[in-house]
C-alpha cells in the first residue's frame, strides 16, 4: 500500500486560523446538513476547526465522534471544546494505522470528510467504513484540497465511494471545488 504524508500535529494550529473562514465558513458549508439532536461525525478531525461549529448545531441531546490517528491533534480539540462550553457532545476517537476503530455501526446521520481522504492509504477501504458508520440515507460531506489532490485522484476517490453505495446528492458550486455531497443509498 502506498505510504501517504500525513498533516503534522503543529498544522493543526493553522488550520484553525480566523482568515479560513473566508473560504470555509463552517455554517456556510454544513448548517443546512445538521440538525439538532443529530449524531455527526468529523472524521480527521485535527483540532476541531469543524468539530466545534458542528457540536453546537447537534445541541446538548446530539454527539459528534472526533475521529484522528494524531493523539495531540484530539488533545487540542478536547481543550477547545472546554472553552466554547461544548465538551459533552465531543467523543474523540483515536484511530491507529494498526487497527481502524469500527465502534459506529449504522449510527450517524451525517459524516464530514474534509481533506483527509488524500492522507489515507486505502481509500477504497476509507469510503467502505465509512459507509458502515452512517445510517441508510445518512449524509457525507466530501471535500479535497485543489492543491494537493489532482481532478483524476479526486474522481478515483468518487468511484471508491460510489462502489461503497454513495449516490451523489450535490456538487457544490465552488470555484476551489473539489467538494461532493454524498448520500448512503438504501440498497446497501
Ligand atoms: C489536513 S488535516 C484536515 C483536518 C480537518 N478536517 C480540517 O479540515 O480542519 C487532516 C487530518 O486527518 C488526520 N488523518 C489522516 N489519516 C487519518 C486516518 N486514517 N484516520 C483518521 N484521521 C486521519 C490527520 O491526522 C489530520 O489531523
Redesign the pocket.
Do not use: R
Given at each position: 500500500m502506498e505510504e501517504?504524508s500525513?498533516?503534522p500535529?503543529w498544522?493543526?494550529y493553522f488550520?484553525l486560523i480566523p482568515i479560513r473562514k473566508f473560504s470555509?465558513h463552517p455554517s456556510k458549508l454544513l448548517k443546512h446538513f445538521i440538525k439538532e439532536g443529530m449524531t455527526v461525525v468529523?472524521?480527521?478531525?485535527?483540532?476541531g476547526?469543524?468539530s466545534i461549529p458542528m457540536a453546537k448545531y447537534v445541541g446538548e441531546d446530539g454527539k459528534v465522534y472526533c475521529?484522528?490517528?494524531?493523539q495531540k491533534?484530539l488533545d487540542k480539540l478536547v481543550r477547545r471544546a472546554k472553552n466554547a462550553g461544548v465538551e459533552q457532545q465531543i467523543i474523540p476517537i483515536l484511530?491507529t494505522?494498526e487497527k481502524?476503530f469500527m465502534g459506529i455501526r449504522e449510527e450517524a446521520d451525517f459524516v464530514?470528510l474534509?481533506?483527509?481522504a488524500h492522507?489515507?492509504p486505502d481509500r477504497e477501504k476509507?469510503f467502505r467504513y465509512i459507509a458502515s458508520m452512517l445510517k441508510p440515507r445518512g449524509i457525507l460531506y466530501f471535500a479535497e484540497?485543489p492543491g494537493h489532490v489532482s481532478k483524476e485522484e479526486f474522481e478515483e476517490s468518487i468511484s471508491f465511494a460510489e462502489k461503497a453505495g454513495f449516490v451523489i446528492r450535490e456538487k457544490p458550486t465552488s470555484k476551489k471545488g473539489l467538494t461532493i455531497v454524498f448520500e448512503k443509498s438504501l440498497n446497501i
Open positions: 501517504k500525513v498533516c500535529w498544522m493543526g488550520l470555509h468529523d472524521y480527521g478531525s485535527a483540532m476547526y469543524f475521529i484522528d490517528i494524531q491533534m484511530n494505522k481502524t464530514l474534509f481533506a483527509v492522507e489515507v476509507l484540497p
